[in-house]
């Protein structure tokens, strides 16, 4: 059973909250408008992963109250679908989640804000964080691509970086993050090497090891800024891990929800 | 007596210190290597001003002591000269001083420095202020130009300023010295109308205005640096003072310390 084994790789250790598990389950297979997924096979994938029956119903109670999924009867069916919220959210980090490459814009700004009191400077941070910036200094960000319409208080810049100084790379990458980078890479290798070349692992086993894969990719690349690789430590795992999750999401296919219903109906 | 007038509009209320009229006299009329002014021409020139005999003479010790000026006699006449480094601290401001517009660099350069402790925050923004840097924040100095050698302990962007916002521009101007501009400015043109249309003006009479219109203005500019206009506030007075100093001074043209010795001769 190589498909266990490379399951059980990617679970143990891992900290797999199941409303978050959910979240990676929808944007991964059934992130297209109108696009469901039956309660049997969403079951199905996350029993395979070892979520137990009613942390599942807890999970879907809460997503369904955020306003992330909604679901609809169909006979003694359930079919759970994101909301139009879910679905933006999911979409927004689609970019960072599936790039095969890092970013690299050609163009960059620089935004640096005037004296500010502390909690002008909270509330600034948090806007420009959520925007896409990186603090470089209190007040001072850098964002990708040209100005886009400035608070007048801010002076600007347009440019190219130059040089990235240690300091730097190693707040946006702290050692706890890229020691999580490098864990999951190894990770990443003992599941490959567990699915050796059998090419006859089912649609839900798949579906299962891609959801594995993505969720924990996705608590990577989320944590910080989307940066070129220039911006990270020298040794970073980040670019090989990568090219490991782009394989191994390349390697598994896309199962479609009506194959893994197939395979549920066929074991 | 247009030129009386005149150089009584410049003298008045203005902070003039000896020596440092002295810097701005060779600065102005014998920059050039080996040029010298002999002790009568100088005296004359400052007697104009309004200088006394013994503030000279005090004032010419301190600047042999501190190397910016020597002297040789030849018979009873001593002549001045400045020394290496008087001459090259005297270049090095030559250009803020008589240029004609305002500085247009086509790139910039930003540094950012990491954390620092105060002790060392001290000493890097002097150095930056003394290689023509602005400080926007602590830590961040903007500088005209690519960027050239910086500490690998920077970061560092090259591009184009795009927004100059208030509160930086009344950094770089306070109020105090855009009030001093304006005040040049008013003194300037009270100076111009005095001169009218005499052309009579003598040599050391052209040569005591001129001192005075750029000691006064190289007392303005060197207190902040050099930027273009699109960083100073609205209104300020800049940009007009700077025409005013360079009609009058193209207006009273610039006597050779042989025409001024030949003017003493004649008076």
Known sequence: MGAGTAISALTEGAELRTWSL??????????????EI??????????RIG?????MRVALHRLRKDNWLTSR??????????TDVGRAESEKATGRIYATRPSAPETWH?????????????????AMAASGHLALAPGVW?????THRPAPSLFTIEGVPGQVP?????EIMPPAL?????????????????????????????????????HGWRRLVLRHPDLPDGFFPDGWAGPETRTQVTELLARLGKPTVAEIATSLAEA
Chains 1, 2 share one sequence.
């Open 73 to 82: 009867r169909d006979g003694r069916v359930s079919h759970y679908l994101l």
């Open 178 to 214: 890229a020691e999580a980078y490098a864990a999951f890479g190894a990770t990443m290798a003992t599941a490959a090497n567990a699915l050796g070349t059998d090419s006859a692992t089912s649609a839900l086993d798949r579906a299962a090891l891609r959801v594995l894969v993505v």
């Open 142 to 146: 850098l964002g990708p691509g040209p």
């Open 38 to 47: 039956p309660g049997p096979v969403l079951s199905a994938i996350t029993a």
């Open 110 to 126: 620089l935004l640096i804000a005037g004296p500010m009191d502390p909690a002008e400077r909270l509330e600034r941070d948090a």
């Open 51 to 55: 979520v137990k029956p009613e942390a």
């Open 22 to 35: 959910i979240v990676t389950i929808f944007g991964d297979l059934a992130r297209a408008p109108r696009a």
């Open 166 to 170: 240690g300091w730097l790379k190693a």
